[in-house]
C-alpha cells in the first residue's frame, strides 16, 4: 500500500497568517492527491483535486502543489473558519489511503 | 444539490453483522463511482472499501476484506456496505462518499456518517 506521510500533525497559527502542510508519498503517484478539511463533529469536505485544482465552493487563499511523492496544501492569511484538521488522500492505486491529519489551531 | 444520506448504525456485538446504507440524491447516481471512509473515534480518516458506477469494479481495505462487502442499487439510488463479523476495533462513524467520476477519482461530495458501535 502507499503510505501518505503528512506533516506536521499539529499547528499553531493566527488569523492572517500564511501556513503550509505537507504530505509526502511512499511511492510516486503523480497528480493523484486530494486534500480535505474536517471541523469537529463535522464531515469532510473536499477542498482539493488533482494535487491543485480546487473544487468550486472553495476560496482561493487555499492552494495545493505538488507531483510525484510531494504536495503540499497552503491556506494565505488564515480566516476564523479554516481552524480544522486537514487531510490528505492519494487516489492513484487503491487502497485509496489518507494521510494521518494535521490539526491547524489557534 | 447532490445528498448522501447514510443510515443503518447502530450497536452490535462482536462477530455481529450490520448492513449501512446511503441514499442518493441531487445527481445521477449510476454514472459515478462511490466509496465508504471511516473514522473510528479521536482518530483519523480511514479508506474502506469503493465501487465502479457500473458496480464491475469493487475494492476494499485489507483490514476488512472478507468481512466487508460493498454493493449499490442503480435502480434505488442506493449504495450499501454489508459488515460481517464485526470487531471492536470496527467502531467508527462511517462515511459514504461519491467519487468524481465512474470509475474513480477523488471524492467530491460526502454524507454525514453514522455511528457503528461494535461492543459487548
Known amino acids: 500500500d502507499i503510505q501518505m506521510t503528512q506533516s506536521p500533525s499539529s499547528l499553531s497559527a493566527s488569523v492572517g497568517d500564511r501556513v503550509t502542510i505537507t504530505c509526502r508519498a511512499s511511492?510516486?503517484?503523480?497528480?493523484?492527491v486530494a486534500w480535505y478539511q474536517q471541523k469537529p463533529e463535522e464531515a469532510p469536505k473536499s477542498l482539493i483535486h488533482a494535487a491543485s485544482s480546487l473544487q468550486n465552493w472553495v476560496p482561493s487563499r487555499f492552494s495545493g502543489t505538488g507531483s510525484g511523492t510531494n504536495f503540499t496544501l497552503t491556506i494565505t492569511s488564515l480566516q476564523p473558519e479554516d481552524f480544522a484538521t486537514y487531510y490528505c488522500q492519494q487516489y492513484s492505486t487503491y487502497p485509496h489511503t489518507f494521510g494521518q491529519g494535521t490539526k491547524l489551531e489557534i | 444539490e447532490v445528498q448522501l444520506v447514510e443510515s443503518g448504525g447502530d450497536l452490535v456485538q462482536p462477530g455481529g453483522s450490520l448492513r449501512l446504507s446511503c441514499a442518493a440524491s441531487g445527481f445521477t447516481f449510476s454514472y459515478y463511482a462511490m466509496t465508504w471512509v471511516r473514522q473510528a473515534p479521536g482518530k483519523g480518516l480511514e479508506w474502506v472499501s469503493g465501487i465502479s458506477g457500473s458496480r464491475v469494479s469493487t475494492d476494499y481495505a485489507d483490514s476488512v476484506k472478507g468481512r466487508f462487502t460493498i454493493s449499490r442499487d442503480n435502480s434505488k439510488n442506493t449504495l450499501y456496505l454489508q459488515m460481517n463479523s464485526l470487531r471492536a476495533e470496527d467502531t467508527a462513524v462511517y462515511y459514504c462518499?461519491?467519487?468524481?467520476?465512474?470509475?474513480?477519482?477523488?471524492?467530491?461530495?460526502w454524507g454525514q456518517g453514522t455511528l457503528v458501535t461494535v461492543s459487548s
Open positions: 511511492l510516486g503517484i503523480g497528480s493523484w
Open positions: 462518499a461519491r467519487h468524481e467520476g465512474g470509475g474513480g477519482g477523488s471524492v467530491d461530495y
